[in-house]
Nanobody
């Protein structure tokens, strides 16, 4: 498994932007599908976005399509989530996750991901 550390969260006004980063340790990062999930207070964790090992496949939740962009830099062992036009309903703890068993896919199911970061808080004020 890789060790994952998220950063880039914070407080932003509605309509603003943030870029989350997830730094991975280990030499096998490039063989992982990577994803972002989020969990708001009193709600279940939900899928946000994912990207295959090559970056050729991406997947997004309908709620973030057109506003969020996932990307990765395998040379830097880092995956990013660019979040634009943020809304109060985007407020949540955002988690980075890795799936080593299905690197060719851009999975959406949290249970398929076997490595998780500690999360970073994103708060969007209205």
């Amino acid at each position: 498994q890789v060790q994952l550390v998220e950063s880039g969260g914070g407080l932003v006004q509605a309509g603003g932007s943030l870029r989350l980063s997830c730094a991975a340790s280990g030499r096998t990062f490039s063989s992982y599908c990577m994803g972002w999930f989020r969990q708001a207070p009193r709600k279940e964790r939900e899928f946000v976005a994912s990207i295959s090992w090559s970056g050729l496949r991406t997947n997004y939740a309908d709620s973030v399509k057109g506003r969020f962009t996932i990307s990765r830099d395998n040379a830097e062992n880092t995956v990013y989530l660019q979040m634009n036009d943020l809304k109060p309903e985007d407020t949540a703890v955002y988690y980075c996750a890795g799936d080593r068993r299905r690197p060719l896919l851009a999975g959406t199911i949290g249970a398929d991901f076997d490595s998780w970061g500690q999360g970073t808080q994103v708060t969007v004020s209205s």
